[in-house]
C-alpha cells in the first residue's frame, strides 16, 4: 500500500500553495492603493495569476480524482480522520470559489479579464454594480475563510510531524521522508 502522495501530486500541492499565498498578499497590497496605472496593472497581474492557479486547481482536482490519496495513519482518531478529510475538501472547493468570485466580480464591475493580455476570456455575468458590490464582499469573505483554512492545515501537519511524529508531514515533502 503506498504511504505517500505521487510526484504529480506533491508538485502541484506546493505550486498551488506558493501561487495562492503569492496571489493572497499581492491582493492584500493592491487592494487599498490609490488608483493609478500601477494599481490597474497589479489588479491584471492578479488576476492572470487567479487564472493560472484555477487552472491548475483544476488539473489537481482531475489528478485526486483519479489517484487516492495515501491513507492517514491507523492510529488517528476517528474525529481527527473527519476533520482533515473535511479540511481538505473545504480547501478543494475554496480553491474552486475564490477564483471564480473574482472573475465574477470583475465581470460585474465590467472589468473583462483577459489573461496574460492577450486571452480574454468571457464575462460572467452581466456589469451591475450593486452585485459587483456584493461579489466582493464574497471573494474577500472566500479568500479570508481559506487562509484561516490553510492556517490550520499547515498546523495540523506540524502538530503531526513534531509532537505525533507520525508520516502525514513527510508523505508531502520527499525530503523529509522517515527511514522506517
Known amino acids: 500500500m503506498r504511504h505517500r502522495y505521487t510526484t504529480t501530486a506533491i508538485s502541484l500541492h506546493w505550486l498551488i500553495a506558493i501561487g495562492i499565498a503569492g496571489t493572497f498578499s499581492l491582493g492584500l497590497y493592491m487592494h ?40 492517514l495513519p491507523a492510529q488517528m482518531p476517528a474525529l481527527q480522520r473527519l476533520a482533515a478529510n473535511a479540511t481538505h475538501w473545504a480547501l478543494y472547493a475554496l480553491m474552486v470559489a475564490v477564483p471564480l468570485s473574482g472573475w ?3 465581470s460585474a464591475k465590467g472589468f473583462q479579464t483577459v489573461w496574460f493580455g492577450v486571452l480574454p476570456l468571457p464575462d460572467l455575468v452581466a456589469k451591475d454594480a450593486a452585485l ?29 510531524h513534531f509532537i505525533d511524529r507520525d508520516d502525514v508531514l513527510t508523505r508531502m515533502l520527499p525530503a523529509l521522508e522517515r527511514n522506517e
Open 32 to 71: 487599498e492603493l490609490p488608483l493609478s496605472p500601477t494599481k490597474l496593472q497589479l489588479y491584471s497581474w492578479h488576476k492572470w495569476a487567479g487564472v493560472s492557479l484555477f487552472a491548475l486547481i483544476v488539473v489537481r482536482l482531475l489528478w485526486r480524482a483519479t489517484h487516492a490519496a495515501p491513507p
Open 104 to 106: 465574477l466580480m470583475s
Open 132 to 160: 459587483g458590490d456584493l461579489l466582493q464582499d464574497v471573494h474577500e469573505a472566500l479568500n479570508l475563510t481559506m487562509l484561516g483554512l490553510v492556517l490550520l492545515h499547515a498546523a495540523a501537519a506540524l502538530k503531526h
